[in-house]
């Protein structure tokens, strides 16, 4: 069954005014997304010092503890596709810590994990890094872009909704937020291959309503 986008809009605004009003009591009775896997980036760190990750459809919701990436089960994506994010932040606390998704993932359990990411944070500002063994070049820095909601333009009680989208061409990978193209990069830069996920650094409180990957060539998904 489809809906309208407005209609599925509207509705998942609603539950975010909902969930806003009381999070922790909203998630009580849900449980951890089966089959997800959550990787810290500080060696040592448990998901003991994970608030909460929880499934609440429409999505998932996190609140964090250490900086690291989420990933569920079958999130791979290869050749041309279009990887999409719609992010809900609840009030940052004055922090501005960053969010949003990683792709091109490899060896994810193991000690030469390598993937790309794509993420924005409160005050309107972008970056494309990659993480390599422990390191995390920085491939675009800090731009600030109008294009990129704040939670400090919504004030309190609000949620600032954004969609980040990285398309992935065959030489070239496009980075959009709220349908505005941001940056443009090389493909050969970044490895576009492999698993995809959300990325969220430490203390955040985030509801992520959407996060999929679709083909647009011929290769197609893993």
Do not use: C
Request: aromatic residues 12%; charged residues 25%; proline residues 6%.
């Amino acid at each position: 069954m489809s809906f309208p986008r407005r209609a599925a809009f509207v509705s998942i605004a609603a539950f975010v005014a909902a969930l806003t009003a009381a999070p922790r009591a909203f998630a009580q009775d849900l449980e951890r997304p089966e089959g997800w896997t959550v990787r810290f980036d500080q060696p040592g760190a448990s998901e003991d010092q994970l608030e909460m990750f929880v499934g609440m459809p429409p999505g998932w919701h996190v609140t964090s503890g250490p900086a690291g990436v989420y990933w569920g089960p079958g999130m791979e994506a290869s050749g041309e596709y279009r990887l999409e994010m719609e992010v809900y932040l609840f009030d940052p606390q004055g922090r501005r810590e960053s969010f949003g998704v990683f792709f091109g993932g490899r060896d994810m359990d193991g000690e030469g994990i390598d993937y790309s990411y794509f993420l924005i944070r409160d005050g309107g500002e972008f970056i494309v890094k990659r993480w390599a063994q422990g390191e995390a070049p920085t491939v675009v820095p800090w731009t600030p872009n109008p294009a990129v909601v704040g939670w400090n333009t919504k004030g309190d009680d609000a949620t600032a909704r954004n969609v980040l989208v990285v398309e992935a061409g065959a030489e070239t990978v496009r980075f959009l937020v709220n349908d505005t193209e941001v940056v443009t990069l090389p493909r050969e830069e970044l490895g576009a291959d492999g698993v995809f996920g959300m990325r969220v650094n430490h203390g955040l409180n985030l509801h992520v309503s959407r996060l999929e990957a679709t083909s647009t060539g011929d290769a197609g998904l893993r």
